[in-house]
């Protein structure tokens, strides 16, 4: 499990494992993943992304677990 804070326009970058699963919720603010926007206390199950590039569209709190 991984948490971390954005403010508005900053970037983060993850690079899991290809057999991984992830589920991404911001606890606070909106972010987009990969081009796909994710407001507040939505969830995000991924998987088969080589990267995931999270930008924040405002000041936002961040958990994502990534599972087998």
């Known amino acids: 499990m991984l948490a971390t804070t954005l403010k508005a326009g900053e970037s983060a970058e993850y690079e899991p494992h290809k057999a991984r699963h992830l589920y991404l919720v ?7 993943v990969n081009g796909v926007r ?6 995000a199950a991924i998987r088969n992304e080589a990267k995931l590039t999270i930008t924040a569209l405002e000041d936002s709190e961040l958990v994502l677990v990534d599972a087998a």
């Open 38 to 43: 994710v407001n507040a206390r939505d969830g």
């Open 26 to 32: 911001p606890a606070a603010g909106s972010v987009e």
